[in-house]
């Protein structure tokens, strides 16, 4: 399963790169408007830093004109990694199966169903991004909703990529990798803690002791 930062924070995005296991980027209208730029500016910047996929949202919603047109202008800031974010509803999946024809990348985003996801497919769309944390938050059960997904995309051999978003603990990580999704979009936090465990760190102590003893016998 691939993993990408979900994050518009060019710092972390910077130190992400560097890691050797992040191959794209999300953002979303929420995560841009804590960095105090505009859109365009971040995206700017973040396809300097990564030479993956970048989701990049159209915001002007319910107007299937104007957000024809904002996904036009972000797909031009960089035609090989942007990828044209859009809510799963009536004007974005119109637009997602306009684009697909234009062989523009999609991710149809806000997914908290099996049949809203399945819409996506149908309509073309190149990943669909299910949102676990959103859903647990609400009681219901993000480990199903993976399942459905997938299930869905063998059944019927869907091209569309499974983006398993909205991660608030490595649990959803590591479900999400378990049930088949293709990619999971994690934010830095929780990348940071994917690699921690205890034994490593005190094991790793043991081994350095030891090998100060028998490097003390090479003297
Ligand atoms: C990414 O595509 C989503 O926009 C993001 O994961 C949403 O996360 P949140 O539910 O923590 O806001």
């Known amino acids: 399963m691939e993993l990408f930062i979900d994050t518009a924070n060019l710092n972390e995005i910077e130190e992400a790169s560097t890691w050797g296991y992040i191959k794209g980027v999300t953002t979303n209208p929420s995560l841009i408007a804590k960095e105090g730029l505009t859109q365009e500016e971040v995206i700017n910047k973040i396809v300097k830093l990564i030479d993956g996929p970048i989701s990049a949202e159209v915001t002007c919603n319910n107007d299937v004109d104007l957000m024809l047109e904002q996904a036009h202008k972000l797909y031009e800031i960089n035609k090989k990694n942007i990828v044209i974010k859009l809510p799963i509803n009536e004007e974005g999946?119109?637009?997602?199966?306009?684009?697909?024809?234009?062989?523009?990348?999609?991710?149809?985003?806000?997914?908290?169903?099996?049949?809203?996801?399945?819409?996506?497919?149908?309509?073309?769309?190149?990943?669909?991004?299910?949102?676990?944390?959103?859903?647990?938050?609400?009681?219901?059960n993000s480990f199903q909703l993976i399942q459905e997904i997938v299930a869905i995309k063998r059944n019927y051999q869907y091209q569309t990529k499974i983006i398993c978003a909205s991660i608030r603990n490595p649990l959803h990580v590591k479900n999400s990798a378990v049930l088949g999704a293709d990619i999971a979009t994690v934010p830095y936090k929780i990348l940071l803690k994917l690699k921690q465990h205890h034994l490593t760190d005190s094991g790793l102590v043991t081994f350095e002791k030891d090998a100060l003893k028998t490097a003390q016998l090479n003297k």
């Open 93 to 140: 999946l119109k637009i997602c199966h306009q684009l697909s024809k234009e062989n523009i990348p999609t991710n149809l985003t806000l997914c908290f169903s099996a049949n809203q996801a399945l819409l996506a497919m149908e309509a073309g769309a190149t990943y669909v991004s299910p949102f676990l944390g959103r859903l647990d938050d609400i009681g219901e």
